[in-house]
């Protein structure tokens, strides 16, 4: 059974950082993604971003959404225990709901996408304001 659990959301001024964790288990996919996304307020989930990972081999590759480049940077374990996203200049628009995601996919590509995901966790809240 995959489990995803996040936590290190909390709230911050414009400008300040957080790192959010994801504590991952279960994963029995082949090639998937594990990702980040996130629902503001009155608004539709979308992907912040994610990381494409082969099952049998240590390769894997980050993907972003235009909002987060250069400001966020998505990180895992070297085991793939656990998924983490680094927050820096945080911004108001950034304020969301933040949930960790897996499913799979042969493509990065797909990371960026909600449909990609099967298994998602409780989410953790951010909020970014003066």
């Known amino acids: 059974q995959v489990r995803l659990v996040e936590s290190g959301g909390g709230s911050v001024q414009p400008g300040g950082s957080l790192k959010l964790s994801c504590d991952i288990s279960?994963?029995?996919?082949?090639?998937?993604?594990m990702g980040w996304l996130r629902r503001p307020p009155e608004q539709e989930r979308v992907a912040v971003a994610g990381?494409?990972?082969?099952?049998?081999?240590?390769?894997?590759?980050?993907v972003y959404a235009d909002s987060a480049k250069g400001r966020f940077t998505v990180s895992q374990e070297d085991d793939k225990s656990a998924l983490y996203l680094q927050m820096n200049n945080l911004k108001p628009e950034d304020t969301a709901m933040y949930y960790c995601?897996?499913?799979?996919?042969?493509?990065?590509?797909?990371?960026?996408?909600?449909?990609?995901?099967?298994?998602w966790g409780q989410g953790t809240q951010v909020t970014v304001s003066s």
């Open positions: 990381v494409y990972n082969q099952f049998t081999s240590t390769y894997w590759h980050p």
């Open positions: 995601a897996a499913g799979p996919t042969d493509t990065a590509g797909r990371c960026l996408l909600t449909t990609a995901y099967d298994y």
């Open positions: 279960g994963i029995w996919y082949l090639n998937y993604c």
